[in-house]
């Protein structure tokens, strides 16, 4: 299953539109790309994104608040993150790996023209008498 793009639509009045369409003419991108980047920043940044004009923005920087909220994590965090993500990466790989082999052996059996004969068969009914060997 690959990712598919979908499409949202909405409607904004004609002066949004026009501000939308200068903000990409200033960025020289699509206007698709405005919207695209702004969901991807959305999306990054778990919904916690708001729209601010640059003056506020500056503003806010001098008092010492930056936006979006920025924190520091210990490397041992960060190390733990790409250890674990590594050894995910690993147990997919042995993941593709076994379905790959059940595959085969499922193949095999399939082409195996040999009679199955399984275990349960193999037991009689309950009303016949056992035997025991030795």
């Known amino acids: 299953m690959g990712n598919k793009n979908k499409t949202i639509s909405f409607r904004v009045n004609e002066d949004a539109f026009e501000t939308l369409r200068d903000i990409a003419e200033e960025r020289d991108i699509s206007l698709s790309a405005v919207f695209r980047d702004y969901v991807d920043t959305l999306v990054a940044h778990d919904g916690q994104v ?66 199955v004969i399984q275990l349960e068969d193999l037991d009689g009914e309950r009303d016949e008498p056992s035997f025991r060997l030795g």
């Open 50 to 115: 708001r729209v601010v004009p640059e003056a506020e923005l500056e503003s806010m920087g001098e008092s010492g608040e930056s936006f979006p909220p920025k924190i520091e994590v210990p490397k041992s965090f960060v190390r733990e993150h790409e250890r674990l993500e590594l050894e995910a990466d690993h147990l997919r790989e042995q993941l593709e790996e076994h379905k790959r082999y059940v595959n085969y052996l499922r193949e095999q059996l399939e082409d195996s023209e040999e009679d």
